[in-house]
């Protein structure tokens, strides 16, 4: 298993411009999420879904769209990117979305936008 | 609302050192709590986790114990290593997954 994978790892963008940042995961499992890192701030959800078809907005959404027509993949959408966005994204999965089932990473996308 | 501080670092210790990293947590009903560690240039990976009151999580000898009394999650292990180094999150969960809450987390360096 490649477990959750991510491209790109490194990204530099104009302030305005679009961009797709890819998760898949090959473990079947039906939870994915987008979060943010910044410095001293933990992780903070964007956007999860529950399963294929399925998602909703989590704590810092704005300016992020997402979609997820399979079960495998969860792209996160950059509209029109602003300095703001600077930061490390982190797509999880996880089996389901029960209280304590483990959260699986990938290894991160660390966007520029200048 | 619900939410997670933990000590803030950077951590320096020597190797063979006794490590405790403080953690409590504010929330409704009775969550679950993790303990999750990044090493460098990688993803978050579970170290160990709580789901009730009194229970003990450990991994690669780190403990941690699920505290109602004083809401509070430390992370401790008796002799840590250079390989010990990484940045550390203490999180919550909540009702599901989509509310899990992560601390800020605590950069830990260790010297030979």
């Known amino acids: 298993n490649a477990g959750v994978t991510q491209t790109p790892k490194f990204q530099v963008l104009k302030t305005g411009q679009s961009m797709t940042l890819q998760c898949a995961q090959d473990m079947n499992h039906e939870y994915m999420s987008w979060y943010r890192q910044d410095p001293g701030m933990g992780l903070r959800l964007i956007h999860y879904?529950?399963?294929?078809?399925?998602?909703d907005q989590g704590e810092v959404p704005n300016g992020y769209n997402v979609s997820r027509s399979t079960t495998e993949d969860f792209p996160l959408r950059l509209l029109s990117a602003a300095p703001s966005q600077t930061s490390v994204y982190f797509c999880a999965s996880s089996y389901s979305p029960a209280l304590a089932d483990e959260q699986f990473f990938g290894p991160g996308t660390r966007l520029t936008v200048l | 609302g619900d939410s997670v501080t933990q000590m803030e670092g950077p951590v320096t210790l020597s190797e063979e050192a006794f490590l405790t990293i403080n953690c409590t947590y504010t929330a409704t009903g009775y969550p679950s709590l993790f303990w999750y560690v990044q090493y460098p240039g990688e993803g978050l990976q579970l170290l160990l986790k709580?789901?009730?009151?009194?229970d003990k999580g450990s991994n690669k000898g780190f403990e941690a114990t699920y505290r109602k009394e004083t809401t509070s999650f430390h992370l401790e292990k008796g002799s840590v290593q250079v390989s010990d180094s990484a940045v550390y999150f203490c999180?919550?969960?909540?009702?599901?997954?989509?509310?899990?809450?992560f601390g800020s987390g605590t950069r830990l360096s260790i010297r030979p």
């Open positions: 709580a789901t009730k009151a009194d």
């Open positions: 879904s529950v399963g294929a078809g399925i998602t």
């Open positions: 999180a919550l969960s909540a009702g599901s997954a989509s509310k899990i809450i």
